[in-house]
């Protein structure tokens, strides 16, 4: 079995800065991890490996010092590495992001066997958007399970796989057919530990890098900015509110008495809220 993994090098979200014209995340200079979501997704791919044999191809678009996240990977046991690197790629939104990452597992598939699945975290914490999975999926022809808390059982030689995947709803079992993609929710397994084989193995292996142009990428109007029309009007942090919290003290006081309490205070800051509930209860 063959397994792709996509992971991304994302900044310190502790230490995020944004390039005041272009409104673009400026990694120069900022620490950077994996994607802590992808780590759960790497995981998963690792154990089904173990399970019923394969290799685990790690995969990421990005500057070349993403090389330092692939390494990272293969300390965990990833079994190679590929970086999509190339200066057209620089500015992608999740639309360009997720061509990109297609074409290069589509190069993948040629090189080294198609994959059975493709994982993904569920979102990463620079862009929170949960649109790159779905969109590789979407652009591969491959069935998706999103939000994915669990693989119930995977026959291979069957070709099908089970999932429980979590909803608004509650839990979802799912079953398909391969070769499929997942997104893997957080909490979902235990990120285990490199071993001292593996993370000497990293240390050595040689990284796969491609190109635009080796990944079989023609349409450069497809890639980066040019082929991103999502466009960031602002990004700013929010201003603290100088206001303080008003506490209510419970002693001695029954339900009722706390609730009338908090609804005269919610009306004390808030009149107009008051009269608009007095006339809509007036009709």
């Given amino acids: 079995m063959h397994i792709v993994i996509c992971i991304k090098q994302v900044p310190d979200s502790a230490q995020i800065r944004v390039h005041p014209v272009t409104n673009t995340i400026m990694r120069q200079g900022v620490p950077t991890i994996i994607n802590p979501y992808d780590l759960f997704a790497l995981e998963e791919a690792l154990k089904l490996r173990g399970a019923h044999g394969g290799e685990v191809t790690v995969l990421t678009m990005g500057p070349p010092m993403a090389e330092d996240a692939l390494r990272k990977a293969l300390t965990y046991g990833a079994d190679r590495a590929v970086l999509l690197t190339d200066r057209c790629f620089a500015g992608s939104d999740t639309l360009a992001t997720s061509f990109a990452l297609s074409r290069a597992i589509v190069r993948i598939a040629e090189t080294f ?71 893997m929710l957080e909490g979902t397994n235990e990120i285990r530990r490199g071993s001292l084989d593996d993370a000497m193995r990293a240390a ?80």
Wanted: charged letters at 25%; a neutral charge.
């Fill in 204 to 283: 050595r292996s040689q990284i796969v890098k491609w190109s635009a142009a080796e990944a079989g990428i023609e349409d450069l109007n497809k890639c980066g900015l040019r082929g991103s029309p999502t466009v960031v009007k602002r990004v700013f942090a929010p201003t603290t509110k100088a206001e303080k919290a008003t506490q209510i003290d419970m002693t001695d006081k029954t339900q009722h008495d706390l609730a009338d309490e908090l609804i005269a205070a919610i009306f004390t800051r808030q009149p107009a809220l008051e009269h608009e509930l007095a006339f809509d209860g007036g009709q």
């Fill in 113 to 183: 066997g198609a994959p059975d699945i493709v994982f993904a975290g569920k979102q990463t914490i620079d862009g929170d958007t949960a649109q790159v999975g779905p969109g590789i999926a979407k652009r591969l022809g491959l069935l998706q399970f999103t939000y994915v808390a669990k693989i119930d059982s995977i026959d291979v030689d069957a070709r099908e796989i089970t999932v429980k995947r979590r909803s608004e709803g509650g839990t979802q079992m799912l079953k398909s057919r391969l070769p499929c993609l997942i997104t």
